[in-house]
């Protein structure tokens, strides 16, 4: 089963089929994850997002997800970027610089609040913190 940009987004389980599909073939769903990036239509955009979520422990996925946050137009692909980044909040620094640039400077209060919540000090920052940092 091959994703196209162009296809429907289908039942929840057409979904679920199609990312599992893509998460077996490995670097090459990668690549093509990485190319819809920058795609016209946002609801791909944040699709890649919720698919680089599946492949957190990749820190390949750290660099696309710092530019979506910083260089995306639409508020609710920040918003997923934001999220993704969260997860990097205790060990990179980058993600960290981000998350807090955008809660103080995103053009959305969407943006900033779910940046907010991952950026140290927030709410999931603390609550994901390694033992004894707070």
Known sequence: MMWRSSQRWGTLSERSARTTELLRRGREALD???DRLRHENAAVREGCCRLFDHLVAARLVLAPALRR???DPEPRVRM???ELLGKFAHT???ATAALEHAR???SSPAVRKVASWYAPGGTIYRKTAPRGAW
């Open 32 to 34: 093509a994850i990485r």
């Open 69 to 71: 946050l910083t260089d």
């Open 80 to 82: 997923m970027a934001a």
């Open 92 to 94: 990179e620094p980058s």
């Open 104 to 106: 103080l400077n995103d």
